[in-house]
């Protein structure tokens, strides 16, 4: 059996204030997607930034494994060296990604060093086409393209290396509905050609129509994970079903779950969940909650065993 690309297992990042990551296990395949959604300061950011040894001053990897295609990365600079050939990375925030005084060409030029001048501006112009954008956009400068224009130009860079897996870090979230559906729509044509996909989202609409899989973080640590249509259809942690429940009808304006996440160095030595949980039992603030199985792949960390009770 060939090993998965990415394999998170038990991740744990601490910074001065505790944990901040306490626990996040997940596999991605090659020409897999995988959605990682929760609620803002879970940590899906950082824990995409420790893959590539980003994490910020302060914070480290301090347990827990981290394979690449089979490699622990953990030790040395393993991970540093994932970057850009084996892993891209499409950051959370587009506006600093973007040098506004070099064109694009030239910007997606400096991830192909060691290239003839000829070589690299065919690769531009193939890197260019791949993800949607017409060759006159190697000569244009940042402002002058539109915010999906901007997105795919980074799309590009990140995929200058011909890396395996890209991790997407809310790439949708600065762009309007209809360009960020064109968005998610090249990330599939990306993964039907064998990438891995990691995509950082808090739009469950996007989630909806990417077949793959779902990890639901909450407070640091995967609560519930499996296939897309199982975990939308029948999401069996009661914190999936509440941020499901959030999600705006028609008409209306999104809600949310009453209460706040809790910051590091907070968090119960039970369920982080249980101070906001509609179905809280009495051991769920002291005992840490046990994987279940809800069916095919589909798992979650909940001291209930019935999904979808009403108690
Ligand atoms: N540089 C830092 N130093 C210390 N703690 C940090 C730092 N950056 C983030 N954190 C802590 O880690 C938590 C998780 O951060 P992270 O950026 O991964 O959240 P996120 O799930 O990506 O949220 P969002 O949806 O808002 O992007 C934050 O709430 C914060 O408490
Ligand atoms: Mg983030």
């Known amino acids: 059996m060939t090993s998965p690309l990415l394999e998170l297992g038990h991740l744990e990042i601490r910074g001065a204030a505790g944990a901040v990551v306490s626990d996040v ?27 590539l040894d980003l994490l910020p001053p302060g914070l480290r990897v301090t347990g827990g494994a981290l394979r690449f295609d089979g490699r622990d990365v953990l030790a040395g600079d393993a991970r540093k060296r994932l970057r850009g050939r084996e892993v891209g990375m499409i950051f959370q925030e587009p506006a600093t990604a973007l040098n506004p ?15 003839s001048r ?32 901007k997105q795919r130009a980074m799309i590009a860079m990140a995929l200058a290396g011909e890396p395996r897996l890209l991790l997407c870090d809310e790439p949708t979230t600065a762009l309007d509905p209809t360009v960020g559906a064109q968005i ?38 995967v609560v519930e994970q ?22 705006p009808k028609k008409g209306q304006r999104p809600g949310s779950i009453p209460g706040q996440v809790p910051a590091p160095g907070m968090r119960p030595p039970g369920c982080p969940f249980f101070n906001r949980c509609a179905r809280v039992l009495p051991r769920c603030e002291a005992e840490p909650p046990p994987w279940r199985d809800a069916g095919e792949r589909h798992e979650y960390r909940c001291h209930l065993s019935d999904i979808g009770g009403s108690t």
Do not use: N, W
């Open 25 to 51: 296990g997940f596999t991605v395949e090659a020409g897999g997607i995988v959605c990682v959604v929760g609620e803002s300061g879970c940590g899906k950011s950082l824990s995409a930034l420790a893959v």
């Open 101 to 115: 005084v070099y064109t694009i060409g030239f910007q997606v030029g400096e991830m192909l060093r060691g290239l």
């Open 226 to 247: 499996g296939p897309v249509p199982a975990v939308l259809g029948t999401p069996a942690h009661p914190y999936t079903a509440a941020l499901l429940a959030t999600l």
């Open 118 to 149: 000829t070589a690299r501006r065919d690769r531009v112009a193939a890197l260019l086409h791949r993800v949607g954008l017409p060759p006159a956009a190697a000569a244009s400068y940042p402002h002058q393209l539109s915010g999906g224009m």
């Open 184 to 221: 998610l729509a090249q990330l599939r044509t990306l993964a039907e050609d064998g990438l891995g996909v990691v995509l950082i989202t808090h739009d469950f609409h996007a989630v909806s129509r990417m077949r793959g899989k779902i990890v639901v973080m909450y407070a640091g640590m």
